[in-house]
């Protein structure tokens, strides 16, 4: 199956030393070979950058190892297709809006017998159950709140009953977020670690790289790291449990 990255915090923060090792597993360490993505957000804004190459071999993600852009909010994927054929349109994260700002999503899993009627303003455009799921949920998101943006913890509410719903057709670990918030959903396997202050040194497992983060951040912040497996060698994650939702504000998790 696919692997999901996600990385939230309280100050904009690159995610280079992170995609390093993360996007080694798309063809080079791992079979992950189908596509990869990645998308940042920025302000009301958000950079995406998809290609249907593997991970390992692609120019575009050269470009996100080697361009430090910082942000609050990343969500990434590295696929392997089982269902839509390797395409762009096919590679995740998935981008949308809803209440007058951008959602970006991302899946890793399967799901069978799962095609909901979508009636409203949500279509997918490529053909996999990732995007199908994602715009469902929007769609659902907006039958139960109209126009008006929920509160964070109605929300949440809402997010949980909708991701078990779809998690009963198979394997759903998801990330999602509005650029305030990132959602994660575990059905199998999601690990998180949160480093701060006093920050350490931090060696990846799946390159030959290194990094002290003690000299690059302030004291006071705070970033968390969500990935399908653990990127390092000398850090303790801590796993999700299986039908887990966590949310992360601000570096950490708030439930």
Not at 104 to 113: R, S, T, W
């Amino acid at each position: 199956m696919c692997q999901l990255l996600g990385m939230n915090c309280n100050t904009p923060t690159d995610i280079v030393f992170s995609f390093t090792g993360f996007a080694t597993r798309g063809g080079g360490t791992d079979e992950h070979k189908d596509g990869w993505g990645i998308a940042f957000f920025e302000g009301a804004g958000v950079r995406l950058f998809v290609d249907h190459e593997p991970a390992i071999a692609s120019p575009v993600a050269e470009l996100i190892k080697q361009y430090p852009i910082k942000s609050t909010n990343v969500i990434s994927h590295i696929r392997k297709a089982t269902q839509g054929h390797v395409a762009l349109e096919n590679c995740h994260p998935f981008i949308r809006e809803l209440w007058g700002r951008y959602w970006v999503f991302a899946h890793n899993g399967d799901l069978k017998e799962f095609s909901p009627l979508l009636t409203g303003a949500f279509r997918p455009v490529g053909t996999t159950d990732s995007e199908r799921a994602f715009c469902y949920l929007l769609q659902e998101l907006r039958k139960r709140f109209g126009d008006t943006p929920p509160s964070q913890s109605a929300l949440t509410d809402a997010l949980r009953e909708l991701t078990s719903e779809i998690a009963s057709h198979g394997v759903f670990n998801m990330m999602l977020s509005d650029g305030a918030a990132l959602y994660v959903h575990c059905s199998t396997r999601l690990h998180y670690i949160v480093r701060k202050y006093p920050f350490a040194q931090a060696k990846l497992s799946d390159e030959d790289m290194t990094v002290d983060f003690a000299e690059v951040t302030t004291p006071n912040d705070r970033v968390a790291i969500i990935v399908t497996e653990p990127l390092t060698t000398n850090e303790t994650w801590n796993a999700f449990t299986q039908g887990e939702m966590k949310v992360f504000v601000d570096g950490q998790p708030v439930s």
